[in-house]
Protein backbone atom coordinates (compact mmCIF):
# COMPACT_ATOMS: atom_id res chain seq x y z
CA UNK A 1 0.00 0.00 0.00
CA UNK A 2 1.36 3.73 -1.04
CA UNK A 3 1.43 6.35 1.57
CA UNK A 4 -1.37 8.10 -0.61
CA UNK A 5 -3.66 5.37 0.12
CA UNK A 6 -3.02 5.64 4.32
CA UNK A 7 -3.15 9.27 3.74
CA UNK A 8 -6.62 8.60 2.41
CA UNK A 9 -7.96 6.05 4.30
CA UNK A 10 -7.26 8.38 7.26
CA UNK A 11 -8.79 11.37 6.06
CA UNK A 12 -12.23 9.29 4.95
CA UNK A 13 -11.94 8.10 8.26
CA UNK A 14 -12.03 11.46 9.66
CA UNK A 15 -14.67 12.96 7.26
CA UNK A 16 -17.20 9.54 8.03
CA UNK A 17 -16.72 9.69 11.69
CA UNK A 18 -14.79 6.36 11.58
CA UNK A 19 -11.54 7.94 13.13
CA UNK A 20 -11.20 5.48 16.15
CA UNK A 21 -11.81 2.00 13.60
CA UNK A 22 -9.03 3.71 11.81
CA UNK A 23 -6.50 4.23 14.92
CA UNK A 24 -7.08 0.73 15.67
CA UNK A 25 -6.27 -0.43 12.42
CA UNK A 26 -2.72 1.94 13.08
CA UNK A 27 -2.00 0.64 16.04
CA UNK A 28 -2.20 -3.44 15.43
CA UNK A 29 0.39 -2.23 12.42
CA UNK A 30 2.33 -0.44 15.20
CA UNK A 31 2.11 -3.44 17.75
CA UNK A 32 2.89 -6.30 14.84
CA UNK A 33 5.76 -8.35 15.51
CA UNK A 34 6.65 -8.99 11.92
CA UNK A 35 6.17 -5.22 10.23
CA UNK A 36 9.61 -3.82 10.06
CA UNK A 37 10.64 0.37 11.93
CA UNK A 38 9.38 1.95 8.74
CA UNK A 39 5.87 0.68 8.43
CA UNK A 40 5.96 1.03 11.87
CA UNK A 41 6.30 4.85 12.11
CA UNK A 42 4.21 5.04 9.03
CA UNK A 43 1.58 3.67 11.58
CA UNK A 44 2.39 6.06 14.56
CA UNK A 45 2.12 8.84 11.86
CA UNK A 46 -1.17 8.41 10.42
CA UNK A 47 -2.59 7.97 13.94
CA UNK A 48 -0.89 11.24 15.26
CA UNK A 49 -2.69 12.83 11.93
CA UNK A 50 -5.81 11.71 13.24
CA UNK A 51 -5.43 12.43 16.78
CA UNK A 52 -4.58 15.91 15.61
CA UNK A 53 -7.23 16.69 12.79
CA UNK A 54 -9.45 19.63 14.41
CA UNK A 55 -11.69 17.89 12.22
CA UNK A 56 -12.58 14.98 13.56
CA UNK A 57 -15.73 13.44 14.66
CA UNK A 58 -17.11 17.15 13.92
CA UNK A 59 -18.07 16.54 10.11
CA UNK A 60 -19.84 13.90 7.83
CA UNK A 61 -18.83 16.05 4.62
CA UNK A 62 -15.80 17.57 3.39
CA UNK A 63 -18.12 20.68 2.69
CA UNK A 64 -18.72 21.18 5.63
CA UNK A 65 -14.76 21.77 6.58
CA UNK A 66 -15.19 25.15 4.27
CA UNK A 67 -17.83 26.37 6.44
CA UNK A 68 -16.41 26.13 9.90
Not at 53 to 61: A, H, P, Q, T
Request: aromatic share 14%; with cysteine; hydrophobic share 35%.
Amino acid sequence: MKRGDLFTYSVDAIINGQSAEAEKNYLNGYTHIGFSNQIKAIALYQIALIYKSSYRGCCKSPIQWHRR
